[in-house]
């Protein structure tokens, strides 16, 4: 019987190190090549392995380019507006916000942002757990904004109640929608500086009115991350690549095609329903994500936060963030994530 990996705290080893994470994880792939003997026991090695199909298989090792963004704290990639173009604009469009209320406190924080934006035609759809709802929906009649609001087991953080009350956002004919949730990150010693740091790029000073005009002019555009917080899948995998993959091959999209895949970071993005349909037609339930614990990380809801970018790849569109502009239409994708480890 095969003995199970070993795991080892590795994120204290990686705060010890004083170097980037792209040198961390240069030392990490010259280690785990070399010395598949040594550590092929711990978890650390297996999650790396697994993570392989996820590494950038496009550049050649004597190119400049490849070495670059091997040293490299982040990288612009292309965004190619031209291509996959499967949406027709929209001259009126309607935004859903999908909020995901936990704490309360934060809600509130969210609301006031979204009174104080520029963008009015709003419609709130909001998810929590049974034993906030009545302190939620007292929030939300303050506000000015019209809401649905659903009851849901606390379970999948806000991934699976976002995907639940997807088909009504659909229903009720919205196509763009901007999903947010209360964010705190107990785990991390930066947990406000991210949160805000998301929220000034999505519902900040003129975030809403730029984000709807990217979508709009750019019909192969899917899903709009915050700049800065897009990440590459083989410097962020954690526990996540083998599940990542089975939703991946459960889209219909080959191992062969993840080469590369960069995804969006604390889960909160403004998406197209085109780009959201062949993970939400997975038809995941509550049966697919594991119970509350308190985990950092290798559950469903980590691994369907990296899977959003397998569904956009599956709708045939693209991954743009919030500085996207027409004239030099680049996304940059971060190596030395500031509030990640």
Same mark, same amino acid.
Request: aromatic share 12%.
């Given at each position: ?11 204290? =080893? ?5 170097i ?23 978890? =650390? ?7 392989? !199909? ?7 090792? +004597?190119?400049?380019?490849? +070495? ?13 507006p031209?291509?996959g173009? !499967? ?11 999908a909020?995901?209320?936990? &704490? ?9 942002m979204?009174?104080q ?7 709130? &759809? ?16 303050l ?49 406000d ?29 899917g ?7 897009i ?12 599940? =990542? ?7 219909? =999209? ?7 895949l ?5 889960s ?12 939400l ?55 030395d ?5």
């Amino acid at each position: 019987m095969e003995k199970p990996p070993i795991i080892l705290d590795f994120d204290k =080893v990686w705060r010890i190190l004083p170097i980037s994470r792209p040198r961390k994880e240069i030392l990490k792939s010259i280690l785990f090549s070399a010395f598949p003997f040594i550590f092929k026991s711990l978890a =650390v090695f297996q999650n790396w392995k697994n993570a392989q !199909v996820f590494r950038d298989k496009s550049l050649p090792f +004597w190119s400049l380019v490849f +070495w670059k963004r091997g040293f490299s704290k982040s990288y612009p990639i292309a965004v190619h507006p031209e291509k996959g173009i !499967v949406r027709l604009p929209n001259p009126n469009p309607k935004l859903a916000i999908a909020i995901h209320a936990f &704490y309360p406190e934060i809600l509130g924080e969210i609301l006031q942002m979204l009174e104080q934006s520029e963008y009015k035609k709003l419609f709130l &759809y909001v998810s929590t757990s049974s034993d906030k709802s009545k302190k939620i929906e007292g929030i939300l009649k303050l506000s000015m904004f019209p809401y649905r609001l659903m009851e849901t087991e606390n379970r999948g953080r806000d991934i699976l109640p976002f995907l639940k009350i997807l088909p009504q956002i659909f229903a009720d004919g919205n196509e763009l929608i901007l999903k947010i949730h209360t964010k705190k990150s107990n785990h991390l010693n930066r947990q406000d500086l991210w949160r805000n740091d998301l929220f000034n790029k999505l519902i900040g000073n003129g975030a809403i009115n730029k984000a709807l005009s990217i979508l709009e002019n750019n019909p192969s555009i899917g899903i709009i991350g915050p700049a800065n917080h897009i990440l590459p899948m083989y410097y962020y995998y954690g526990a996540n690549a083998l599940n =990542v993959l089975n939703l991946s091959k459960m889209m219909g =999209v080959e191992s062969c095609c993840l080469n590369g895949l960069n995804f969006v970071a604390g889960s909160m993005f403004y998406a197209t329903k085109e780009a959201l349909l062949p993970i939400l037609n997975l038809g995941l339930n509550v049966g697919d994500f594991e119970i509350e614990n308190n985990q950092t990380d290798g559950t469903m809801a980590h691994a369907v936060e990296r899977a959003f970018a397998v569904s956009l790849l599956a709708a045939g569109m693209q991954l743009s963030d919030t500085n996207y502009n027409n004239i030099n239409p680049v996304l940059s994708v971060s190596k030395d994530h500031y509030f990640t480890i």
